[in-house]
C-alpha cells in the first residue's frame, strides 16, 4: 500500500465528472487500498477516488473506523428525512461547513468482487455517502453550504 496525493480546492481535477467502473482489475485493487490508507493517514471518514487524481467511480468510508465500505459505481435509489449539520473534506483541510443532506438513504453499489449490493444508512453515514458521491460529479460540499466555510476548531 502507499499513501496518494491528496488534491486540494482549485485543482481541476476535483470538478470532473468520473467514470464507471468496468471490471476489477489488481490496479484498481491497489488504488482502493491506498484510497483506505491514505484516508485513514489523514483522519478521514470518506475518501473519493478524484481526490487522489482517479476519475473513477469508487468511494472508499469508514465513519467509525470500524466498518470500512468500498463502493463502486454507487448510486443513492431512495431518500428520505433531512439533517443539517457541519461538514469537512480532505480536499479544504482545516475548514467546515454547514450542509443540510437527507437523514436516510438507501445506495447500490458494487463491492470489491464487482458482485451487486446495498447499504442502508442514517446519520452520519448517510452524509458521508452524499458527500462522497457528489464527488464523483465534481460537486464539493461548499457548493451546497448553507454559510461561510469556518476554520476547524481544534482541541488541545
Ligand atoms: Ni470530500
Do not use: W
Amino acid at each position: 500500500m502507499a499513501l496518494r496525493q491528496i488534491r486540494y480546492d482549485g485543482d481541476d481535477i476535483l470538478r470532473k465528472k468520473c467514470k464507471e467502473v468496468k471490471e476489477m482489475t489488481e490496479r484498481t485493487r491497489i488504488l482502493i487500498d491506498d484510497m483506505f490508507e491514505t484516508m485513514y493517514e489523514a483522519n478521514g471518514v470518506g475518501l473519493a477516488a478524484p481526490q487522489i487524481g482517479i476519475l473513477k467511480r469508487i468511494v472508499v468510508i469508514d465513519v467509525d473506523y470500524e466498518h470500512p465500505y468500498v463502493l463502486i459505481n454507487p448510486v443513492i435509489v431512495e431518500q428520505d428525512g433531512e439533517q443539517t449539520g457541519d461538514e469537512g473534506c480532505l480536499s479544504l483541510p482545516g475548514k467546515v461547513a454547514e450542509v443540510t443532506r437527507p437523514s436516510h438513504v438507501v445506495c447500490k453499489f458494487l463491492n470489491e468482487d464487482m458482485e451487486e449490493a446495498t447499504i442502508e444508512a442514517d446519520d452520519l453515514l448517510a452524509r458521508a455517502i452524499c458527500h462522497e458521491l457528489d464527488h464523483l460529479e465534481g460537486i464539493l460540499y461548499k457548493d451546497l453550504a448553507e454559510g461561510p466555510l469556518r476554520d476547524v476548531e481544534y482541541e488541545d
